[in-house]
């Protein structure tokens, strides 16, 4: 059994702590969670809970959880830590892990740079084999990967896309725009290259607007081929990939809100959504143009990706092993609602 730190654990660390729980490969040892909080409080029940150093252990000083120690103590009893800090955090504990000699995952809100590999499960399994530090890409550069990768298999492409990225996430009270749309004033936005530095050498420039929404982002994806193709053939070859989900208007899905809603009614944990959902029935084809939307549940995508990049790195198995293994202990591609 690998032994795995969780250290930060929000919207991203406690979904992967309790993505690793349901592999029979892996284990949480503990997780590092900042402050005495209800979140903390709900965790103390599953996890063992480590501060991360001895200034915030003191603020659990007055609470009633049982706190094990520092985040220097957890590393002691781990071989790998998930790290799913806030932005810019995981960079100023790298050394750290580096002191201890334990190899990390890192998430999208760190630059490419802190680890020179940034991985999809899909695209580069192979990649991350045997390394030490891997980053994990962010919610929207997974999503555009998985779809994009597939269609890699038809030659060169160029890739043009908008994203509409919900506002934050749905438990942040903090952060807006509450009724404004913000667009991205840097053009191309930060996720096309993002997209190019797993699958290298694409050609995509990305254009991204904020909304006031928090369940999902949505893509409008337009691809441009070297030659024909046909429609029925691409969605076929995008079939075999089950973390890209197909939905129809037609069965009245047609928003985000509706596609939580699946989610909440099949029994999905959290009702969170790993698979990139694409509107079958909105997939065209203009001449060697392709152009999709795919709707993004970004507060799980990245979940399964991070239990593939501790397979690949600790060289437990090959790629199409974890991907299937991870997909069948996390139900991924049972809803396969219009397959
Ligand atoms: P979050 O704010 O929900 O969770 C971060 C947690 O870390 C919080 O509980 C915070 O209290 C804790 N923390 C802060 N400083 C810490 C420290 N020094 N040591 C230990 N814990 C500390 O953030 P998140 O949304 O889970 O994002 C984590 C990472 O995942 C970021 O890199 C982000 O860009 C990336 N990501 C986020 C999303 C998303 O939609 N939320 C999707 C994909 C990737």
């Known amino acids: ?18 993505a ?6 892996m284990q949480v040892v503990g997780i590092v969670k900042a402050h005495p909080d209800y979140m903390a409080k709900i965790a103390s029940k599953k996890y063992k ?12 000083g007055g609470s009633d959880i049982k706190v094990e120690g520092t985040l220097v103590n957890l590393l002691d009893e781990v071989e790998a830590v998930v790290d799913a800090t806030p932005d810019d955090v995981g960079k100023l504990n790298k050394p750290v892990y580096e002191k201890f000699k334990k190899r990390a995952i890192f998430q999208g809100g760190e630059d490419h740079e ?32 998985r779809t994009l990768f597939p269609l890699t298999s038809y030659g060169k492409i160029s890739v043009r896309a908008t994203l509409v990225r919900r506002a934050t996430d749905p438990n942040d009270h903090k952060k807006g725009p509450i009724n404004s749309i913000e667009p991205d004033l ?32 949505v893509h409008s994806v337009n691809v441009k081929f070297d030659k024909e193709v046909k429609k029925d053939d691409l969605i076929e070859n995008w079939k075999k990939y089950k973390r890209i989900m197909f939905v129809n208007g037609k069965d009245e899905i047609k928003s985000t809100g509706q596609i939580m809603e699946v989610a909440r009614e ?9 698979e990139i ?31 593939d990049a501790l397979r690949s790195m600790f060289q437990l198995m090959d790629r199409d092993s974890s991907i299937e293994k991870t997909d069948r202990k996390l139900r991924i591609g049972e809803l396969a609602y219009a397959r």
Not at 133 to 142: A, H, K, M
Not at 286 to 297: S, T
Request: aromatic letters at 10%; charged letters at 20%.
């Open 1 to 18: 059994m690998l032994k795995v730190a969780i250290n930060g654990y929000g919207t991203i660390g406690k979904r992967v702590a309790d």
């Open 20 to 25: 690793i729980s349901l592999q029979d490969d």
């Open 49 to 60: 809970i480590y501060a991360p150093d001895e200034k915030s252990l003191k603020n659990f």
């Open 114 to 145: 802190l680890t020179n590999l940034s991985f999809n499960a899909y695209a580069n399994y192979d990649e991350a084999w045997g390394k030490d530090y891997v980053r994990v890409v962010s919610c929207n550069t997974t999503a555009l990967i």
């Open 186 to 217: 840097k053009i191309p936005s930060h996720h096309g290259p993002d997209v190019a530095t797993v699958i290298h050498g694409l050609d995509i420039l990305t254009m991204a607007v904020k909304a006031p929404t928090t369940l999902m982002h």
């Open 266 to 274: 099949t029994g999905r944990p959290r009702g969170d959504l790993y």
């Open 277 to 307: 959902v694409l509107w079958k029935d909105a997939v065209a084809i203009k001449g060697n143009e392709l152009f999709y939307y795919q709707a993004v549940h970004q507060e799980s995508d990245v979940v399964p990706e991070n239990i």
